[in-house]
């Protein structure tokens, strides 16, 4: 019968002394105040708390992100992160509770005659007239159970780690999903002003190729020479070669959006006209305070400082020693028959053990001293992405202010060539006006029309980045 019941106790003094003087878990690093507005105004909403379902208007676009969040190879990855973290927050919990798995085996035993054992088998009776065999059958059905008990905290710190990592992970899937909404939405744009340079370089290629066609004309009439008709042919071709160049953009774009909606190359549906509709006139920025709620990746940098203190609590609680406590209940007998007869077959055993390391403490205060580096890492890491989200918020809030007045500028600039290419053609006719008049005429009208439609991309581009500088595109 198997009945034992026992405590050792192995403690170095000195580890309490070491631990309790040297180890520093109370890390602070230099915080800088957020300021309290964005460029000296302040709004109480912002437009980061909008969904993204209703902040982008163009059904098309929507559609494209919808399939974007559904099939998105980088999104999938990140929701595969929450999963292994929730597992590991599972395992933490289960660490804490008492481990108890079924023992059933087997074995056959023999003793030395001249052992102990031996010799006390020898003269041993097993049952009434038969003295205990050679060859001594032992089998064993039960219960075993270990349980780590948790006096210093650690368990419960590792356990907290868990959750935070689990919580941080969260987050992180959240940024990566504001992110892919934004690329999609930028790429979409970029499409939609390649398609309006496309017809304004076929435009201009028409109106060359007519113009090359007059001044072909007037050679053979006398009142134009070869030279001028090689320049017209120059410029022609030089304006098919951006033609080419623009659909080849046009190509990589469209492959761009599909790689982000994870699937192969394919037509994408769009409707380049809404390109030319007016965006947000008011951008609601709220107040910097917010980005610490909105921002996606402040909070899963907030979540990792948490991670980084409990991991520091738990690689001190390392150097505390462990109380552990072991049992085991059920039928241990030498033959199958007795097997169950209680309570001559019943065997228990139970033992607690408190173990503090000794020769690997150098091991323990290097993890310490790593725990330490990842604490302070992660809350430099923290004000970083802080400073990080306020910088780009004030970029864009900067840029869209730029571009509203580089947009006027540029459509009166835009407006002036363009009439002044049908002038240079009326004086070309006329006589008035010379063909490299309507040449730098013809080029100036499509780099200030190009230029136009570039100003406009930037600005819509600009309404999409603020939005996620924010923290909007997640909910």
Known sequence: MKRKIYCSVAIPLFSFAFSGCSLNTDLAIPEQPIPVSFQGKSYTTSIANIDWRQYF??????????????????????????????????????????????????GVRKFGLYTMDGAGNAT????????????????????QSSWEIDVWGKLENQRKAAVSNYLSSIEG??????????????????????????????????????????????????????????????????????????????????????FLLGRYPQPIERAKSVFFEAGPQVTLSGIPSQLLTNRPDIREAEFQVEASKFDLKAAKAAFYPNFNITASLGFQAFNPEFLFTSPASLAYSLAGNLVAPIIN??????????????????MYHYQKTILNAYVEVANQLSSIKSLKIISTLKKQQSEALTESVEASNALYKAARASYLEVLIAQQSALQSNLELINVIKRQRMATITIYKALGGGWK
């Not at 150098?362 to 001293?369: D, G, I, P």
């Open 124 to 143: 041993t009776e097993i049952r009434p007239g038969q003295l205990v065999p050679e060859n001594l059958t032992d089998i064993y059905l039960g219960l």
């Open 57 to 106: 208007s163009d059904t098309l676009l929507l559609k494209l992100i919808d399939t974007a969040i559904g099939n998105n190879h980088d999104l999938q990855i990140a929701l595969q992160r929450i999963e292994s973290s929730r597992s590991s927050v599972k395992l933490a919990n289960a660490a804490m509770l008492p481990q108890v798995s079924l023992n059933v085996g087997g």
């Open 173 to 258: 899937t959240n940024f990566v999903i504001s992110n892919l909404v934004a690329d999609v939405a930028i790429y979409y744009n970029e499409l939609l002003a390649l398609d309006n340079e496309l017809d304004i370089v076929q435009q201009t290629i028409r109106k060359q190729q007519e113009a090359l066609e007059i001044i072909k004309l007037q050679k053979e009439a006398g009142r134009a020479n070869e030279l001028a008709v090689q320049q017209f042919l120059a410029q022609l071709l030089e304006t098919q070669v951006l033609e080419d160049q623009v659909l080849q953009q046009i190509s990589e774009a469209e492959n761009q959006i599909n």
């Open 361 to 378: 403490m150098k091991s323990l205060e290097a993890a310490f001293n790593t725990a330490q580096a990842n604490q302070l890492t992660a």
